[in-house]
């Protein structure tokens, strides 16, 4: 080994092939789907960086089924995601947030893919991270792919991370062996793993939510927040970050620990955001890194969804820290 550069770099092909191999059985079906995401994560990258160069910023002028007001790059992603799907040939199920209902493909794929194609595109006109969030589960035994496939608890996902498109794109993901962090090297046209191992802190006195719905929140939630504000222990207040794209907030948390959450309140009784592709993954991805995702009640996890766009209340982030919530919340 010269030691002058990296000579064995492990791309992410390369990292779910050793993956594959831990798994009893498992075919190259998994790799083959992955490679089709990331194509999805690198074409999306390229589109949302020259946004603002071909006037792809700004409003597409349509709703989606949740009401949000769909950006160029909202209705974009959703389609490169769509067809690299499509073109993947292992994929039967797709939920995605701009589409009303599933996305049924014929043939013989194994998985359905839930997304929400880019995750902050409130914030996309002002240049602040945003993200594709994704949770995969196996077609169920001698299911042909319908929404049933995909109406399950968190705990039957096989997969789910996001990619976040800041300075870099970076691909969090888990598999259900931990959480690993790769990174895209636009020259390689690789993703690079980063960050092996991901694990977040058990404590951090960082909290996230958007208190501008203070005035709707239920007592309790309210005191929570006030007992971080204005500690009683005479300890240190907490610091406050929020940024409004759940991709960059949580990536944060994971990173450096603390809490997230999207409280229900009296205007939205399950909050703002949807359990299938914004509850489920960052869930699995926080319970994989050592930290914890609750409703605010239950672990998140174990919810079953009875619609595709259902919402729920998200509290997320370092064990101690949902623990000290989930405690207030009683
Ligand atoms: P999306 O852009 O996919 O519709 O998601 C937006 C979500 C999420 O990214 C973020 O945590 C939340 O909306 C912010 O909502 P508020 O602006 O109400 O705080
Ligand atoms: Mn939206
Ligand atoms: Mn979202
Ligand atoms: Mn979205």
């Known amino acids: 080994m010269s030691g002058l550069v990296e000579t064995d770099i492990v791309t992410l092909s390369r990292f779910i092939l050793a993956e594959q191999s831990k798994v009893p059985g498992a075919s190259g079906e998994f790799t083959l789907l992955l490679n089709s995401l990331q194509f999805a994560f690198k074409s999306i990258a390229y589109n949302i960086r020259r946004a603002t160069l071909i006037n792809l910023m700004g409003l597409a ?59 902050g595109s409130s914030n996309l006109d002002a240049g602040v991270s945003v993200g594709t969030i994704f949770g995969i589960y196996r077609v169920k035994e001698g299911s042909e792919g319908t929404v049933d496939d995909v109406l399950r608890p968190g705990t039957e996902m096989v997969a789910a991370g996001y990619t976040m498109y800041g300075a870099s794109a970076n691909l969090v993901l888990t598999t259900g062996s931990g959480v690993n962090g790769f990174t895209l090297d636009n020259s390689l046209g690789e993703f690079i793993l980063t960050h092996p191992n991901m694990k977040i802190p058990n404590k951090r006195s960082i909290y996230s939510v958007n208190e501008g719905n203070s005035q709707y929140w239920d007592e309790k939630t309210r005191g929570y927040f006030e007992s971080l504000k204005f500690p009683k222990d005479g300890s240190k207040p907490y610091s406050a970050r929020y940024i409004g794209s759940m991709v960059a907030d949580v990536h944060r948390t994971l990173l450096y620990g603390g809490m997230f959450a999207y409280p229900a309140d009296s205007k939205s009784k399950n909050g703002k955001l949807r359990i299938l592709y914004e509850g489920f993954p960052m869930a699995f991805l926080m319970e994989q890194a050592g930290g914890l995702a609750t409703d605010g009640k239950r672990r998140m996890m174990e919810i079953v969804p009875t619609t595709i766009h259902q919402r729920t209340p998200v509290w997320l982030g370092s064990k101690g820290e949902i623990e000290k919530a989930m405690e207030a919340l009683k």
Request: net charge negative.
């Open 61 to 119: 002028g349509a709703s989606n089924s949740t009401g949000d007001d769909q950006k160029k790059l909202d209705v974009i992603g959703d389609e490169i995601f769509i067809n690299a799907m499509r073109a993947s040939k292992n994929v039967k199920v797709v939920v995605s947030e701009e589409q009303e209902d599933p996305i049924l493909f014929s043939g013989n794929g194994r998985y359905c893919v839930v997304c929400d194609p880019i995750d």
